[in-house]
């Protein structure tokens, strides 16, 4: 999937991707992750989502990454944020309320970077990435984070013959041999959401299910 893309919905205001409320699985698993008050959470291709919000309302030290400016700007407008802004080799880093956000490509964190982040909360990043780019992505972000790092994965499971992604369906197997090398991922819920989704029903969809998964990195694993 390249870029371009991802940009050109931002700028066409195509951003159905985009929830007007907080993810549900959210509130119901993240506090079993045992993260404490302070903790830097890496919220990867994180758009405008307000879980963003949630997240800092719990005591976590945001830091999301996005490719498309606009995005980055429409959250902290939306929000009522007045960020301040700086540079890095890194991207732009806008700051404000909790949260820091990186108008940036994900690929190009830093190691120091991933490495400071205790958590990470993905709803958005691994099934927006087609086939090609799930394991690059996974080696870069999650093989960095601290050794024993946790976070909490959402992901979609339907035919992925009966409707072109993104999102992508990522079924529970590629998820395991995505992630084993170097974390867990413990399936904590799956539920069949194509009810509360009729969109994907109109483009062709029968069952669309939907996991929460915990991660937790795997320090014997580091080297595996």
């Known amino acids: 999937m390249e870029a371009d ?6 700028r066409d205001g195509r ?38 919000l949630w997240l800092a309302r719990q005591g976590m030290r ?11 700007e429409q959250f902290f407008a939306e929000n009522g944020l007045q960020a301040a802004v700086h540079e890095s080799a890194a ?19 830093d190691a120091p970077t991933l490495a400071g982040c205790d958590g990470v909360y993905d709803r958005a990043a691994l099934i927006a990435l ?5 394991a690059p992505y996974v080696k870069h972000v999650y093989a960095q984070l601290p050794p024993r790092y946790r976070g909490l994965l959402i ?29 867990t991922a413990e ?11 009729p969109k994907f029903a109109e483009r062709g969809l029968t069952a669309l299910d939907t996991l929460a998964y915990r991660l937790e990195g795997r320090p014997e694993g580091r080297h595996g």
């Open 62 to 72: 945001v830091l999301g990454v996005e490719l498309s400016q606009l995005g980055v």
């Open 130 to 134: 087609p086939p090609p780019m799930r």
């Open 187 to 197: 399936v904590l819920e799956r539920s069949d959401i194509l009810r509360e989704e």
């Open 5 to 10: 893309f991802w940009l050109e919905r931002w």
């Open 155 to 183: 992901t979609l499971d339907y035919r992925q013959a009966l409707m072109n992604g993104p999102p992508f369906s990522v079924p529970d197997d590629e998820v395991q041999a995505l992630y084993r090398g170097h974390s």
């Open 91 to 109: 991207g732009s880093h806008y700051v404000a309320g909790g949260i820091e956000i990186i108008h940036g490509d994900i690929f190009k964190l």
């Open 15 to 52: 951003t159905h991707f985009h929830q007007n409320n907080i993810t549900p699985q959210l509130p119901r698993h993240w506090p079993s992750l045992g993260l404490a008050a302070g903790s830097r959470v890496l919220v990867p291709l994180c758009g405008k989502s307000l879980d963003m």
